[in-house]
């Protein structure tokens, strides 16, 4: 079992950054594929960022590619999501999530990730 939390969301204007922190107890991250996804309100959960497990490769989805950062602190078990550069349209509830990695599931649909924190929110105002 991996326990989630993250933390660091708020209200920041249009141009501005926030660090987003995913907290995790229970197993070592560094055995999983991590992701960042984040759901807007009336729209379907969406994948922001991918910090795999193997090699640590980072990948991003292509509207947030060159603004959002995502990153693994291996000692304290913890994953960051620096967002620079941020448009209102970057609001949403953003979720990091977990999964055991494997070839025959994409790494960017949320159904493959078996575990869940609660959320935070972000809003950018224009």
């Known amino acids: 079992q991996v326990q989630l939390v993250e933390s660091g969301g708020g209200l920041v204007q249009a141009g501005g950054s926030l660090r987003l922190s995913c907290a995790a107890s229970g197993r070592t991250l560094s055995s999983y594929d991590m992701g960042w996804f984040r759901q807007a309100p009336g729209k379907e959960r969406e994948f922001v960022a991918l910090?795999?497990?193997?090699?640590?490769?980072?990948y991003y989805a292509d509207s947030v590619k060159g603004r959002f950062a995502i990153s693994r602190d291996n000692a304290k078990n913890t994953v960051y999501l620096q967002m620079n550069s941020l448009r209102p349209d970057d609001t949403a509830v953003y979720y990091c999530?977990?999964?055991?990695?494997?070839?025959?599931?994409?790494?960017?649909?949320?159904?493959?990730?078996?575990?869940w924190g609660q959320g935070t929110q972000v809003t950018v105002s224009s």
């Open positions: 999530a977990a999964r055991s990695p494997s070839p025959f599931t994409s790494s960017s649909s949320s159904y493959s990730y078996t575990y």
């Open positions: 910090f795999s497990a193997s090699g640590g490769t980072t």
